[in-house]
């Protein structure tokens, strides 16, 4: 054995340069591999849901539709039948009260006569107070109203109460006999209406068919 070997063997000599830089590139880990870098991003933090959109607040001044209905209409009204006005470019039944259809007839005096055209001209005539013109005397075309919505009917018209200053439409209708108490909408005209009956006024005075019972027969409602 040559004393270079002999000297390596005690641990004399340096361990070569090129295995102590080979060591040295690859650091070694506890299971003998060199560690993967981490190159995954860091996750993102799971984003909250964002909460269901709410319904937009009205605007400000910006009247419901309740408050459109309690806030009622006035305007210039006409007369379509006997319970229904156009006022302001709207439809109104007027509310509580039932009248003859136009084209209906009822009987007195053993005759038939028009009741729907005379119950139409009666509401008319509440509106169209007589304008003096010298020799002759018009009446006026319309009449301002005031009408306050309650309901609508199953055409989408709106039943009001009516008022032209403080007549209330309606009541004076059942009160003259021109319309019956429509007891869907309550009995807010009894009164009027019993006592058009027990005097016998307008269609009490001879014999009729109820305005709901006529439109069924004929009309299918």
């Known amino acids: 054995m040559t004393r270079a070997a002999l000297l390596l063997l005690l641990g004399l000599l340096p361990v070569p340069l090129v295995a102590s830089t080979a060591w040295a590139q690859a650091p070694q ?3 003998g591999r060199a560690p993967v870098p981490n190159i995954r ?3 993102q933090p799971s984003a909250t849901p964002a909460p269901p959109d709410k319904a937009p607040a009205p605007r400000a001044g910006a009247p419901s539709e309740a408050d459109s209905q309690s ?3 006035a305007g210039m009204a006409r007369v ?3 319970d229904t006005l156009r006022v302001d470019g709207r439809t109104f039944r007027l509310w509580g009260i039932d009248a003859p259809e136009l084209v209906q007839a009822c009987e007195r005096d053993g005759l038939n006569y028009a009741c729907g055209r005379a119950a139409a001209a009666y ?3 509440l509106l169209t107070p007589a304008i003096p013109t010298g020799d002759r005397t018009l009446d006026s075309a319309a009449a301002q109203v005031v009408c306050e919505a309650r309901a609508s009917d199953q055409y989408g018209r709106v039943a009001a109460l009516c008022r032209a200053g403080t007549m209330d439409l309606g009541a ?3 009160r003259a006999g021109w319309a019956l108490v429509l007891m869907r909408h309550g009995t807010d005209y009894a009164v009027e209406e019993e006592d058009a009956r027990t005097n016998l006024r307008g269609l009490w005075a001879g014999a009729f068919e109820a305005p709901w019972d006529w439109r069924a027969k004929r009309l299918g409602e």
Do not use: C, F, H
């Open 29 to 31: 880990t506890a299971t």
């Open 41 to 43: 991003a860091p996750l």
């Open 71 to 73: 806030q009622g209409v």
């Open 80 to 82: 379509v039948d006997g």
């Open 123 to 125: 509401l008319r005539s």
């Open 172 to 174: 004076e209708m059942v």
